[in-house]
């Protein structure tokens, strides 16, 4: 007696695979005309965009920063200094941040300047605790005082730890203090360097210099000779000028005030000056 063949499933995929196929090319083309008619709203997703960077901390490169020094992207990597990488992964610099906040003030030209002030005055802060703590380790803090404005870091010495009265030839003991000044200009000045030489409202009575203004150009000129004879700062960086008593930073009418206004101010302009 013959063997009954068994069933044998037809060629090809089964009936509800294609019938199945047909369905999802039907929704993904609903979806398609869906998106195609719909707009987008490009300032609300922005926001978006940035509320998710907040929140979350994803960078606009492309890359996730959770936890502390831990990269996730393209598989995971452990790094001990975000701020050594974190350009690198696309997030905003603090010039771009600037610009942004510039950009805020685009019609109102005042907002800019005091905007620009503020930070030349925060970098200048910096720089002058930077070079307080260098004139402190130089031991120079009772002969040098450390100040800045949004224009400049300044160190003033006075005058009489510099020349005698009445003279604007060095004494021998400010070489020493001058050398030390010399090198902490050369590592920190970023562009202009202003010496001003300063007096009291004292009549000068001396053959060599017919007033106090001569006598403070003198000196501002000495200290300017030395700097240029014994450090490497550039002398087309270096200006003098003298002042005379017309700059007073305390009573002329006392001893101490006097004292005061006698002195030599050396300015680290910022470098773009």
């Known amino acids: 007696m013959a063997k009954k063949k068994e069933d044998t499933p037809p060629p090809g995929s089964p009936a509800w695979m294609a019938t199945f196929s047909d369905l999802m090319n039907l929704l993904l083309c609903f979806f398609v005309l869906l998106f195609s008619m719909s707009t987008i ?14 929140a979350f901390s994803v960078f ?15 598989g995971v990597s452990q790094l ?44 200048n802060e910096a720089l002058a605790e930077t070079i307080a703590e260098a004139v402190a380790e130089s031991r120079l803090a009772d002969q040098v005082e450390v100040s800045f404005t949004a224009q400049y870091v300044q160190l003033t ?32 000045s970023r562009g202009i360097i202003e010496i001003e030489g300063h007096t009291d409202n004292v009549p000068i009575s001396s053959k060599q210099y017919a007033s106090n203004e001569e006598l403070s150009s003198a000196r501002a000129l000495s200290v300017f000779y030395y700097l240029t004879d014994h450090t490497s700062l550039d002398p087309a960086s270096l200006r003098h000028a ?14 101490e005030g006097r004292s005061k206004n006698r002195r030599v101010e050396i300015r680290i302009y910022s470098d773009d000056i």
């Open 60 to 74: 606009d490169g492309g890359a996730t920063s959770i936890g502390e020094g831990i990269l996730i992207s393209n």
């Open 242 to 255: 003298g002042m005379g008593e017309r700059v007073p930073i305390a009573d002329n009418s006392t001893p």
């Open 157 to 188: 010495m006075k005058g009489a730890l510099l020349f005698d009265s009445g003279s604007a030839q060095l004494k021998e003991a400010s070489t020493t203090v001058l050398d030390k000044v010399g090198v902490i200009l050369e590592r920190y």
């Open 80 to 123: 001990n200094e975000l701020s050594e990488y974190i350009n690198s992964t696309g997030k905003t610099t603090d010039s771009d941040n600037s610009a942004a906040d510039l950009k805020e003030f685009d019609n109102d030209p005042q907002g800019i300047k005091e905007l620009l002030e503020e930070q030349k005055l925060q970098e």
């Open 41 to 54: 709203d490009e300032a609300k997703l922005n926001e978006l965009i940035a509320s998710m960077n907040s």
